[in-house]
């Protein structure tokens, strides 16, 4: 038996236009607080790459770790995600 693999033209959510609306709504609530990334890596407790890569697109974030970046920013997780929500056009 053999298993192909075969690539699709699927973009990584990282890279999608959807995830950079996270990412952007992210860094716009951090500038809002007004926090540096290494403020935010501090209160989670890792080191600022970790925020970088984040705001950048170069790292996903689970639901989780979303919960706990909005709160570290002092905003409402479920208010960050109503506005995503809001502003990705989603199938």
């Known amino acids: 038996m053999h298993i192909i693999f075969v690539r699709c ?3 990584r959510s990282t890279h999608s236009d959807q995830y950079r609306t996270l990412t952007a709504l992210l860094v716009e609530a951090r500038k809002s607080a007004g926090l540096t990334q290494q403020q935010v890596a501090d209160r989670l407790g890792k080191p600022q790459s970790y925020v970088a890569k984040v705001e950048g697109n170069e790292r996903r ?3 989780v770790e ?8 002092g905003v409402d997780p479920r208010g960050v ?3 995503l929500l809001a ?3 989603t199938p």
Not at 66 to 73: N, S
């Open 87 to 89: 502003r990705i056009d």
């Open 9 to 11: 033209a699927v973009p």
């Open 61 to 63: 974030i689970d639901v």
């Open 81 to 83: 995600f109503d506005t």
């Open 66 to 73: 979303f919960i706990a970046l909005a709160k570290v920013l």
